[in-house]
């Protein structure tokens, strides 16, 4: 091997990467595992039942895309947008002016994760960068819009005289054929109509690396490469895969993200099992994570059909759809008296009644004891193991 070699590009066989399937096959097993059952879920809820979590995972798919690269959008403008795109209900819905990065955002996501039969090509991945930086700035800087870069490519953090250079992409002159053959494997390798068919998961995770590495575009190869990433999901398990939001889960654990991606572009060998394996690992608990989604929304339906059913008061009901909203052990502390109080601006006693109610009639579960008692839904799962 060469000793003066930095980066897996340079490599005298790139980019023929390969991986130990054997050693991929307990983690494969696991996200295959994890997609039947978000399969079979999505099957039994339909169509119509699916809208709403696939706006919820394309807002967070969305917004986590951008929080790995260090920027906040408005959760309502997203969620906006998507729900305008699905045709769903916006009522109540913030104007969307100024908010044009969000919706080349928006725009990519839902042709990666709509437009599955489509192949990828390099015009594709130049329109969705355009769509991204629709000024032509990338904050107060002009980038190369809806093109390959013409310039070198590093990542690089630390203070000027004592940076660290994380990575270093191939040079601008060999982009249009390194990028031609990308495109060219991509979808060569489809699972079901490639001529070179390869395990849809496995091939995910490999394009995401690949792209990474190439980073061909002046800003956002990021946010690019996690739209091919779903691609290449979406193709693997069709439309379902809109649910899965790979950049929630890579965003929750990023520093391990930007580990292994530089230690498989450091490696000194073509084979790239361990990056594999992490990816792999990521897909599936973004599957389970889906899973446990649309389990919690099931309960949801059930829990609110039994709610409709009796006679509550309005206080109630307010009180019980922040709960709900929330979400499984999302309303920190569960709902006491006082917060109750708030919530429907009422009485102490009055509050405290409200409660007992509906603990009594089963919708609610009290734990604790004295000041310290604390109400949450009475669904399975949902009510928080401390006391």
Known sequence: MQSHQSWIWQLKAWPALSFNAGQCQAVLGRSRQAQGQLLAKAAIIGLAGLQPHVRDALTDEALKTSS?????????SVRSSIAMRLGLDTAGAPPREGQRHIEGLVDILQDASLNIAEPLSLQRMCNWHAALFPTGFSGMQVIEVGQ???????IVSGA????????SAPPADALEDQTGRFVR??????????????????????SHLWFETLHPFDDSNGRIGRAILQLALGQDMGQAARMVTLSRQIESCKANYYKALETAQRSISLDVTPWMEWMLTQIAIACEFACETIEHSMQRIQFQVRMYEQ??????L??????????PKGYAGGMTTRKHERIAQTSTPTAARDLIDLENRGLLVRKGMGRSVRYYPGIEGWAEDEV
């Open 68 to 76: 790995i690269e260090g920027e906040t959008l408005d959760v309502h």
């Open 148 to 154: 390959l870069r013409s310039g070198a490519m590093e």
């Open 160 to 167: 000027i005289g004592r940076s660290k250079v994380h990575f």
């Open 185 to 206: 494997w991509f979808n060569e390798t489809h699972p079901s109509t490639g001529s070179q068919p390869m395990d849809g998961l496995m091939r995910a995770a490999m």
């Open 311 to 316: 006679a509550l008061n309005d206080r109630q």
């Open 318 to 327: 307010k009180t019980m759809k922040k709960l709900l909203d929330a979400g």
